[in-house]
């Protein structure tokens, strides 16, 4: 079993890239969508958006099914809800701290 | 969403040099913060540091009180008098290439107080979870933190 803990990092990395993005904002608009779909309007290939969506898969990101000749292809948010608590975490953290940094130099 | 940096901005009502002397004098940090230090913060040094309950705070110290002694390495990268602190800091594990976040307090004087920029980043690089949980409470206080931040995130939006 992969450790909770390893699976973050390689979320950001798959994030890191504009074309993946929107990808990203494509199917949180429309839900899940085909390649066909997808690839309308593109500027790239069928076949790099294929590669880019590849890439959000396994950072655990997006979630294929196929129906008939087509996949499609869908958000996992279960993934972005946990990066997203994490970091809420990690800021309410820092509040803290600076509220007794603030008592520390105030007083 | 910035998945990568988490800013925050506060007003101190107090003396530029007193601030300073708070975060740079790694003593005084770590009277604050909650952590004992090794040595001093000196750019382009690293210092080593363990969790160490805080005496500004009593609640805090008692769930600092489970994190105490775990080990922590600062990697002194500035040290600009009055102006700006940065350093990167990571767990010390038996793992020699841990990778670690940036943390920048940076200090404007203005009218009313000092405001203090404090940022951390590249987040991007580690394992978040663990990060997120370096410094929270216990379990117990981890799912009060939580109920916290749900709530903070509700209203928020």
């Given at each position: 079993m992969r450790s909770r803990f390893s699976i973050a990092a390689p979320v950001f990395a798959a994030l890191g890239d504009e074309t993946r993005l929107k990808l990203v904002v494509r199917l949180c608009d429309d839900g899940p969508a085909s390649i066909t779909h997808l690839s309308?309007?593109?500027?790239?290939t069928r076949q790099a958006i294929t590669k880019h969506l590849r890439v959000m898969q396994n950072a655990g990101l997006v979630r294929c099914s196929r129906q008939g000749r087509e996949s499609y292809w869908e958000l996992d948010r279960r993934r972005l809800r946990e990066i997203r608590r994490n970091l809420a975490l990690i800021s309410a953290q820092w509040d803290d701290a600076l509220g007794r940094l603030r008592r520390f130099v105030e007083d | 969403m910035d998945t990568d940096r988490i800013e925050k901005k506060t007003l101190l009502h107090a003396p530029l040099s007193r601030v300073w002397r708070a975060l740079a004098d790694s003593t005084e940090f770590g009277t604050w913060f909650g952590m004992k230090f090794e040595g001093p913060f000196v750019a382009g040094a690293t210092v080593r540091g363990v969790i160490s309950p805080t005496t500004v705070d009593a609640e805090v110290a008692k769930s600092q009180k489970s994190h105490e002694g775990m080990p922590l390495e600062f990697i002194v990268e500035r040290v600009e008098p009055e102006r700006l602190l940065s350093f990167r800091w990571r767990p010390v594990t038996d793992s020699a290439a841990e990778p670690s976040t940036l943390v920048t307090f940076a200090l404007e004087e203005t009218a009313d107080g000092v405001m203090l920029t404090v940022t951390e980043s590249d987040f991007d690089r580690i394992p978040l979870e663990r990060r997120a949980k370096m410094f929270a409470a216990n379990e117990h206080g981890w799912s009060v933190q939580m109920a916290v931040i749900a709530k903070y995130l509700a209203h928020a939006q």
């Open positions: 309308r309007d593109a500027p790239i | -």
